[in-house]
Nanobody, 124 residues
Framework: QVQLVESGGGLVQAGGSLRLSCAAS????????MAWFRQAPGQDRQFVAG????????YVTNPVQDRFTISRDIAKNTMYLQMNSLKSEDTAVYYC?????????????????WGQGTQVTVSS
C-alpha cells in the first residue's frame, strides 16, 4: 500500500523560503506521477506542481512558477517542493499526491494516494 508522508511545513515570514518533502513508500514508483496540492481555509484543494517519477518531467502552475520548484530523489523515494519568495497567499495545507500513471494531471480526482498534509503559514 502506497504511503506518503509530508514534512517541512512551518511558519515563515513573507519573502522567506521553505522546502517541503514527501517520503513515499509501499510502491514501485517508476510508473507514477506525483504532485503537490494545497488547500487554503475555505477553498478547494488546488494543484501546485507535478513530476513524473521516471523521467522527471515537471509542471508548475502559473501563479507560483517563478518561485516554486519541484524535484525528486529516486534513491530516497522522496519528492520535494522548494518554495521561495513566499507570500501570505501561499498560506495553506500542502498535500503530496501520487497516481499510477506516467502523466501529471492537475485534477485532484486523478490521484489515488494522498499524504496527511503539512501546514505552511506565511506571515506578512
Amino acid at each position: 500500500q502506497v504511503q506518503l508522508v509530508e514534512s517541512g511545513g512551518g511558519l515563515v515570514q513573507a519573502g522567506g523560503s521553505l522546502r517541503l518533502s514527501c517520503a513515499a513508500s509501499g510502491g514501485t514508483f517508476s510508473n507514477y506521477a506525483m504532485a503537490w496540492f494545497r488547500q487554503a481555509p475555505g477553498q478547494d484543494r488546488q494543484f501546485v506542481a507535478g513530476i513524473t517519477w521516471s523521467g522527471g518531467g515537471t509542471y508548475v502552475t502559473n501563479p507560483v512558477q517563478d518561485r516554486f520548484t519541484i524535484s525528486r530523489d529516486i534513491a530516497k523515494n522522496t519528492m520535494y517542493l522548494q518554495m521561495n519568495s513566499l507570500k501570505s497567499e501561499d498560506t495553506a495545507v500542502y498535500y503530496c499526491a501520487a497516481r499510477p500513471a506516467r502523466v501529471v494531471t492537475t485534477r485532484r480526482q486523478d490521484y489515488d494516494n494522498w499524504g496527511q498534509g503539512t501546514q505552511v503559514t506565511v506571515s506578512s
